[in-house]
């Protein structure tokens, strides 16, 4: 059973999620030949605090988002 993990900084809809979900969960099928059905995922999101970039968080880097 494939489990996928996407770690991205906060800010994205619940919509957009979704469609990620779906659409890493069916490439993940195609490409390992499982059916969707086995394959796990799960989105963790994280603060700009909690993000670095370049030695610096991304809070600080773009502090406007």
């Given at each position: 059973m494939p489990f996928i993990q996407v770690t991205m900084l906060q800010g994205r809809t619940a919509e957009q999620k979704h469609d990620l979900i779906k659409k890493v969960s069916q490439a993940t099928s195609?490409?390992?030949?499982?059916?969707i059905e086995r394959v796990r995922m799960?989105?963790?999101?994280?603060?700009?605090?909690?993000w670095g970039m370049?030695?610096?968080?991304v809070a600080k880097?773009?502090?406007?988002?």
């Open positions: 195609d490409a390992l030949g499982v059916p799960a989105i963790v999101e994280v603060t700009p605090d909690e370049g030695g610096e968080p880097v773009r502090p406007n988002g």
